[in-house]
């Protein structure tokens, strides 16, 4: 019988240097309730990092280190931590599956080099499973499958992996099969070794056994064994020549060869277990260390020179000059603001001074820590490869490149979805203003998605974020953390303007000079184009020098952008439209900036009135899992709700059904399922897409803003 232990150092030796090529950075990403975090305890577990499991419904797991989240039993905020197994540095970086919870998913997406996808064997590919998977496609992350939970009724490998195929688009591979499924389960099979994984589940699965397949698993796993030879060979010409002259491929060329296929992202090689019964997890390990990508691994990182504008490269070696991407920003009761980095190229030591390139200021690294959740060892120095939390830097933020100084460089940033919901919120006593304030800003610093802003009309604070949860997590940590006492408002939907059709508007501003004072004009033409859902705002000049000079051109589209924060219908910012700039006049000696400017919103307003604005509102992709007694009450609900009902399937574990329903309808409606289907029910939503308001709800919307006014 072997021990997982004596594959592995135990511990993480902090100040060993791995060499890069047993380097590997991979995150673990999945629908919420997949089991994420149960696989990364036991990983820690297996690999010598922690000496007791923790459980994440005791409340008890080592990277969900926020009250907040052992109370709810989710996670919240992604966590890094770092261990070996079989003489390989593994960073990790665990990540929540809630939807409003997507750009931790993001960021961390953006400086992994692997990640291993969980899903659940009985709910397959979930909503935010193909989110996820959207991610790692935009950033080419190659990546492996976990098909966990596979103890539970209903458990079904085959059907997970059809899912993946369909769902996904992707060529998912099947390297291991389960022997039986719920409460048969009796192990995992190694397809490319042909051998049984027995786990001794006496020692939590530390011990397993290693074995010839059992009979009645034996001709199935000769048949999936070929499927996977078939698939493998496809990728490589030898392997192929070999097989079809009848040549026996050994395991060793076909790992090679599956290895070269998942970094090219051809091929999603898929594991089985269930992480809560300590099975098939250190087999997991196993092909984290032998097909993900180390990284030199990965094509070296582009970013541009900002003095030059010329392209530059940066290749994984401490040779090179020093570069980094900082990922996250969190307020650390410790140490104060923490900056979560990858480091790209070159080395860091404490008191080294750096330059952000994205926003020309230099920074000074006052101390380097090896993260695990959150507990901190400081570091002598880090190299290329690693992924660490810096301490000192106070004006860089998320998605933004830290360089030497002589060889600036900046890296691609990260774009972030705008939020879909706000509230009201306002301290209860004057006391409570200034610690209100500071903090939203640190808030704010950690979290992109969280938006700030006072609306001048009513003077309040209005917080926005990317659903309910996520504001009230928010709040919570305002009260826990920071000690504010706030009261907060009915949750309102953002609302967007847009334009239906071209226009055209033109604007004029002159103001005679005044004895020995300047003048201002300004006069401009400008033209509307709707442009596509998403596309957010773009602007374009038409007009010469003669006609306007180059030197206002700036200010003309700096007040349109503005200008259009308040739309003519309902006072909602206004989207998805192209300002052209075709005409205008200039004079001599009264044009001004502030001139423009006006002009500018002048003709923006006469503008939006003739482009047939509307207003349009986030829809949500809803998806509810019910028992099959109460899938006509769920659907009957979606459709007072404005909701349009997509469809239904069946699954071992309920109905799912799928529906698209507008953001201001499903406010509450956790609370309303419960009683409707006896607690019987689940629903996750995530937001789809803008689409245009009703008549009705509009005229609605319209009168009610008239009759404040």
């Known amino acids: 019988m072997k021990v997982a232990g004596e594959v ?171 022997m039986g499924s719920g409460k048969e389960l009796d192990g995992i099979v190694d397809l490319l070794e042909m051998k049984a994984y027995i786990y001794d589940d006496t020692t939590y699965g530390m011990k397993f056994e290693v074995t010839d397949i059992p009979e009645q698993y034996l001709d199935e796993a000769q048949l999936r064994r070929e499927r996977l030879v078939e698939t493998v060979i496809d990728y490589d010409d030898d392997l192929m020549a070999r097989y079809i002259e009848g040549q026996e491929i050994e395991t060793g060329k076909l790992r090679e060869a599956l290895r070269k296929a998942t970094l090219s992202a051809d091929v999603i090689p898929v594991l089985c277990g269930a992480a809560l019964r300590n099975k098939g997890v250190q087999k997991v390990l196993d092909a984290v260390v032998e097909y993900l990508p180390s990284p030199i691994g990965v094509p070296p990182v582009e970013g541009v020179n900002p003095r030059t504008d010329e392209t530059q490269l940066r290749r994984p070696s401490d040779d090179e000059p020093f570069s980094g991407l900082v990922f996250k920003i969190m307020s650390d009761p410790f140490v104060g603001r923490l900056a979560y980095m990858r480091i790209y190229s070159g080395k860091l030591t404490p008191g080294t001074s750096v330059y952000n390139s994205a926003r020309h200021a230099r920074e000074r690294i006052a101390k380097i820590l090896l993260m695990h959740a959150n507990k901190r060892e400081e570091l002598a120095c880090a190299f290329a490869g690693d992924i660490v939390g810096i301490v000192g830097i106070k004006k860089s933020f998320t998605g933004d490149t830290l360089s030497d100084n002589k060889y600036p460089v900046v890296f691609e940033t990260m774009t972030f979805p705008e939020p879909v919901i706000s509230v009201a919120i306002e301290p209860r006593t004057r006391v409570d203003q200034d610690k ?58 953002a609302y967007r303007e847009t ?79 192209k300002v052209i700039l075709t005409g205008g006049s200039y004079h001599e000696q009264d044009s001004s900036e502030v001139g423009y400017k006006i002009a500018s919103a002048i003709a923006v307003r006469h503008a939006l009135v003739k482009a047939k604005p509307i207003i349009m509102e986030p829809a949500m992709k809803v998806e509810v899992v019910v028992p099959e007694e109460y899938v006509g009450d769920v659907i009957g609900d979606l459709n007072t709700r404005r909701g349009k009902v997509n469809g239904s399937l069946l699954r071992a574990d309920g109905h799912v059904v799928k529906a698209t329903v507008p953001l201001s309808e499903m406010f509450g409606y956790a609370t309303g399922l419960r009683s409707a289907t006896q607690g019987r029910a689940l629903f996750t939503m995530e937001f789809s897409h803008y689409e245009e308001v009703p008549r009705s709800v509009a005229d609605r919307m319209s009168a009610s803003i008239e009759g404040m006014v």
């Open 436 to 493: 209100l304030d500071d903090s939203l800003k640190r808030l704010a610093d950690e979290d992109p998605t969280f938006k700030i802003r006072v609306d001048e009309e009513s003077g309040q604070t209005i917080i926005s974020g990317m659903g309910e949860l996520h504001l009230e997590i928010l709040v919570d940590r305002m009260i826990r953390e920071f000690g504010v006492k706030a009261r907060v408002g009915r949750p309102q939907v």
């Open 8 to 178: 592995c150092t135990r511990g993480t030796d902090k100040m060993r240097r791995f060499p890069l090529q047993k380097t590997r950075n991979i995150g673990i990403a999945a629908h919420i309730d997949a089991g994420k975090t149960t696989l990364t305890e036991r990983i820690l577990y297996y690999t010598g990092r922690v000496h007791r499991m923790g459980e994440v419904d005791d409340g008890a797991a080592t990277m969900d280190w926020m009250e907040i989240e052992k109370e709810r039993g989710i996670t919240i905020t992604s966590a890094a931590t770092s261990c070996v197994w079989r003489d390989h540095r593994i960073n990790i970086i665990d990540t929540p599956g809630h939807v409003d919870f997507t750009v931790e998913v993001e960021r961390s997406l953006r400086v992994l080099d692997g990640v291993v996808v969980v899903l659940c064997a009985v709910g397959g590919v979930e909503p935010q499973s193909e989110t996820v998977w959207r991610q790692a496609d935009r950033y080419k992350v190659p990546r492996i499958v976990f098909v966990n939970k596979m103890d539970r009724i209903g458990a079904d490998f085959d059907r997970a992996v059809d899912m993946m195929r369909d769902n996904l688009g992707s060529n998912a591979l099947p390297i291991e099969m389960p």
């Open 499 to 577: 334009a239906t059709c071209v226009s055209a508007g033109e604007g004029k501003f002159a103001k005679a000079a005044t004895g020995s004072g300047k003048g201002q004009y300004g006069h401009v033409v400008l033209d509307f184009e709707p442009l596509p859902r998403g596309a957010g705002f773009e602007f374009e000049s038409k007009v010469t020098d003669e006609v306007i000079p180059k030197a206002f051109i700036s200010s003309i589209e700096e007040s349109a952008h503005d200008s259009l924060e308040n739309g003519v219908l309902a006072g909602y910012r206004v989207v998805d439209v």
